[in-house]
C-alpha cells in the first residue's frame, strides 16, 4: 500500500517525552504499529489517528498530513 500521509509522530513523541511503546499503550496498539506509521510503511485508520492526536492535545491535520503528488 503507497502511504498517502506524511506524518509528525516522532516529532511529537519526543516533545512528550514518550517511548514508541508508551504511545502505543495509550492508544491501544502495539510498539511496532507506531513504528510502522512513522516509517510510513502504512497509513492509520480515522480512529488511531485521532486517538493519537488526542494524546498530543492537536488536531489530526498538525501530526498528519497528505503527501504532495510525487
Do not use: C, W
Not at 4 to 29: H, P, T
Not at 37 to 61: C, R, T, W
Amino acid at each position: 500500500m503507497k502511504t498517502l500521509f506524511k506524518n509528525e509522530i516522532k516529532v511529537y513523541r519526543a516533545k512528550f517525552n514518550l517511548s514508541q511503546g508508551d504511545l502505543a499503550s495509550k492508544v491501544g496498539v502495539r510498539r511496532e504499529t507506531i513504528g510502522n506509521l512513522e516509517h510510513g510503511k502504512y497509513n492509520p485508520s480515522l480512529m488511531l489517528a485521532m486517538q493519537i492526536a488526542a494524546v498530543f492535545q492537536v488536531k489530526v491535520d498538525d501530526v498528519f498530513k497528505l503527501k504532495e503528488n510525487e
